[in-house]
Nanobody, 123 residues
Framework: VQLQASGGGLVQAGDSLRLSCTVT????????VGWFRQAPGKEREFVAS???????EYADSVEGRFTTSRDDDKNLVDLQIYTLKPEDTAVYYC??????????????????WGPGTLVTVSS
């Protein structure tokens, strides 16, 4: 399984942004995909997770502003971000668990990672 996040850039506070994660590999349709972010000088943290059977979970800090969705036919997982704040500035990563494992907020449970995409929010 290989993943590639895209869609980052420089935006203003209050804007919306959609990040996309392209996943290659036959196991995608049975894999949980998560989004994580790492702000400058901070540890990588959980943002959202979506299971192939439907359930999603979000970090408390982004609940209500972030939405993750997946298109299994296109091997895509999106992260829609609304009302961006300067504290959302980070490198955003998508990652996948081994097939048939459910949603998780634990970064150590994600096996496959792609390079991140930088989101910078100006005030």
């Amino acid at each position: 399984v290989q993943l590639q996040a895209s869609g980052g850039g420089l935006v203003q506070a209050g804007d919306s942004l959609r990040l996309s994660c392209t996943v290659t590999g036959r196991a995608f349709a049975r894999s949980t995909v998560g989004w994580f972010r790492q702000a400058p000088g901070k540890e990588r943290e959980f943002v959202a997770s979506s299971s192939w059977v439907g359930p999603t979970e979000y970090a408390d800090s982004v609940e209500g502003r972030f939405t993750t969705s997946r298109d299994d036919d296109k091997n895509l997982v999106d992260l829609q971000i609304y009302t961006l704040k300067p504290e959302d500035t980070a490198v955003y990563y998508c990652a996948a668990r081994k097939p048939r494992y459910g949603i998780s907020t634990d970064i150590s449970e994600y096996t496959y990672w792609g390079p991140g995409t930088l989101v910078t929010v100006s005030s």
